[in-house]
């Protein structure tokens, strides 16, 4: 297949070849601008007639061709990548509307800068430097491993820890996955067998030629693809008195992270030449001598080297491409315009629908190795022919990632400025050169991941086996912190390119044009499209407050052109009013006139009998007169005051503020509270009111004596809190320590059903007793809590409570906020006889105590 293509772009451009045998139309001899391929890289791909990366409205004419060569450097994320193509285009006019062009990239040399961030260092036959001399595989997230003694755990993401994967070639299938740290030896356990022992599996499951990715057991991606999730950081959970020491990720992807323009690739540094060859066609729909140049670009481009065997995918870790299985289809638009004779401006949109890696060396029929993402290209550019030699450049573009796709850990939708110079010695030969800039790189400052990341941060999820190694568990993972700089991830912190070409050709000749005497162009504006007049009131009347008067002048400005630069000469004319001035600017005066529309025109001559007119209007209106309302009546502003909370059966004020109305009128306040008692100012401004058990206390003031037209009333709300009270769970005598924990038992579910609670335990001694042994049977049930059933030290407290007639403890749970309980002692500390042994008592021994 890879020699089919060839034959047939050799097909096509020895079709553009036998295009030159005429020219059809010449180019007017005083046109500055001269045409060249454009560069591409980075998106847009080259070839078509343009600037660097921006393709501008002109086609070759008929029998006008090119070839070119260029040195395009330039920067793209993730892994701070530094990539440098060297692009070979021809391209020839068909005819006066359509270009043909032939573009292969002749040579590709790649920097991965930050390669921990990408996962295609993270495939078996990968490595990384974890410091000098030290190189070894990086730890991962993987779909599990396939194997007899994988069990519960296939088709789940698993931690793969750093130096555990063995060196496997392509194409990986049958090979060591590693021990992933699980220690030999430990029967059961979480996979039930001891020992872990397992297999890079076959692909599974097939995705399209356009969407879908299959999935890879023991180094792809949980989500599907070839390549697996990275780890930016690990951290090891100390050993416990039931646990080993083991390594756990912090900080880490489910989904893979990729570079768009080379997936798989896993050098620090990679050469590769002929990565891809791209045909199409440039089409003019506008005449060639039109200043507006709009049309389409379809093109083709198709990749030599595939995963399909070693060599093919080699070539592919070394950053030749992605290996697309049928190539990828594109078409852009393009709109360019002469603003004047030394400033053109192009802008461009299209699509590129990218097809997807497949091959059938991992195990499975037709293994998709990554769902490729589509691209959006838009961008705009400005040239400036000064003369036929020198023509400045500045273009901004971007390129979109869109469409059925891989998720992206780390998506970058890259943002490039360029500015340089294309120089012409001939109109057939010249040579350009650029800066480029990559504007949203994943810089510390810039670092936005979008919408595909799934990244873990600082929060360690899943589930821990003592020496078995970790699980990761689906759906446990969250977005990155807050400010979006994920934990260990390498930065970029070289955005700039560069890049330069040299083109030669064959250009037909150019001969002056004569043109014939064009009418000028002319466009009447006027600062305002409506005047307002002062108004002109009457008795029992006055203006309108809402209305302002304008200035009753209108400045008039006439734009005109001429093709031939002619001098013009203004006349102007108007329905009514005054204008003076006679040139491109000029005034308007309507004062005195009556409301209405006016029109005016203005006429240009150009000296050589064309003309062109341009009217414009504005109306007249003249502030409106409303009769004087009668005075209003003088109205106070009430409001009422009151607190936001009160207690239960607490006094609260409400205040009723009067201000302003008539001051000849007292006050009357009445006051209406529903649901709550009025204690006292009842017929005053302010009253008392007692709070009800629960609820809110709504009180309403009207204030008496205004105007009846007046709104005279005002509402305030206070709402009643209930304090929150603790309560006794259990109580219990001088029972045996075995039944005793039964009673803990159930108080310590208590305090874990309300983890804010605070647990109190009340104990009395008894009338007769051993000294102090009422805080020795707290001190013995608090010890049962923390150290039996978990209850941090701090959430239980105890109470020496006193004497009671016999040994009594009391649980209780006393809510956030509530007040602890009190001791209730019932026995006077004079009336307590103690002794130094304990007291026997029947059917009972010591140890039932202690």
Known sequence: MRHVRSVLAAALVALALAATASAQTLRPGNDPRNQSPSVGTGGPEGGPTGLFTIYDGDTLRKGEFTFSIAYSNYDRDPGNVDITDVPLSFNVGLSDHIELFFKTNGWRGIKVNSPSNLSSFYLPNSQLFFGPGLLGSPAAIVLAPSGPNVGSIAGQPLFRPAFNQPFVQFPFVGGSAGTFGLTAGIPGGLFGFPGFSAQLGAATGSGGRFSGASLFPGYGSPVGSILPGVVLATTTLPATALTLPITVPVSFTTSPSYLPDA????????????????????????????????????????????????????????????????????????????????????????????????????????????????????G??????????????????????????????????????????????????????????????????HFNPGADTNVQINQVSGVF???????????????????????????????????????????????????????????????????????????????????????GTVQLSAQATDIEGDTLLYTYSTTGGRITGDGPNA???????????????????????????????VTVDRCSCPLIPPTPPSCPTVSVSCPDTAKPGEQVTFTANVSGGDPNVTPECRWNVPGANIVSGQGTCTITVEAPASGTINATVEVGGYDRSCSATASCTTSVIAQPVGRKVDEYGNIKFNDEKARLDNFAIELQNDPTSQGYLVCYGGRVGRAGEAQRRCDRAKNYLVNTRGITADRVVTVDGGYREELTVELWVVPSGATPPSASPTVDPSEVKTTRTPTRRRGRRDDDEE
């Open 380 to 445: 705009v550019g400005f040239d400036f022919p000064i003369n036929k030699h020198f023509q400045p450049i500045a273009e901004l573009k971007s390129v979109h990632y869109t469409g059925s796709r891989t998720p992206n850990a780390f998506p970058n939708n890259p943002v490039d400025a360029l500015a340089g110079v294309k120089i012409y010695p001939r109109r057939w030969f010249g040579f350009g050169a650029w800066y480029r800039l990559h504007i949203n790189q994943q810089s510390e400052g």
């Open 465 to 551: 086996v003592p020496g078995r190694g970790v699980v990761i568990v689906p759906g446990t993972t969250r977005p990155a912190t807050a400010n979006g700089l994920p934990l260990g991830f390498r930065f970029s912190d070289d955005p700039h390119g560069f890049g330069f070409q040299i083109f030669a050709g064959r250009r037909n000749e150019r001969l002056p044009t004569a043109f014939l005497n064009h009418p000028p162009t002319v466009t009447l504006a006027a600062s305002s499209s409506r005047v307002v007049l002062a108004a002109e009131c009457g008795p029992n009347s006055q203006p309108d407050a809402a209305c302002t008067p304008t200035s």
């Open 587 to 617: 005034t308007l005066d309507l004062s005195g006139v009556a409301p209405g529309t006016y029109t005016v025109t203005v006429e240009v001559d150009d000296g050589c009998g064309c003309i062109a007119f341009s009217s414009t209007t």
């Open 263 to 378: 997936p798989f690739v896993n050098r620090l540094y990679g050469e590769s030449t002929f990565t891809n060859f791209v045909a199409g066609a440039k089409i003019r729909f506008t005449g060639p001598n039109n200043p507006l140049g709009v049309g389409v670009i379809p093109f083709y481009r198709w990749y030599p080297d595939k995963p399909d065997d070693a060599q093919g995918f080699n070539q592919m870790q070394r950053g030749a491409g992605p290996g697309a299985s049928i190539g990828d289809f594109g078409i852009v638009g393009f709109l360019s315009g002469r603003l004047s004779r030394s400033v053109n401006v192009s802008v461009n949109g299209g699509y590129i629908l990218n097809s997807n890696p497949r091959s059938d060396a991992f195990g499975g029929s037709n293994a998709v190795l990554l769902d490729r993402p589509n691209e959006f290209l838009a």
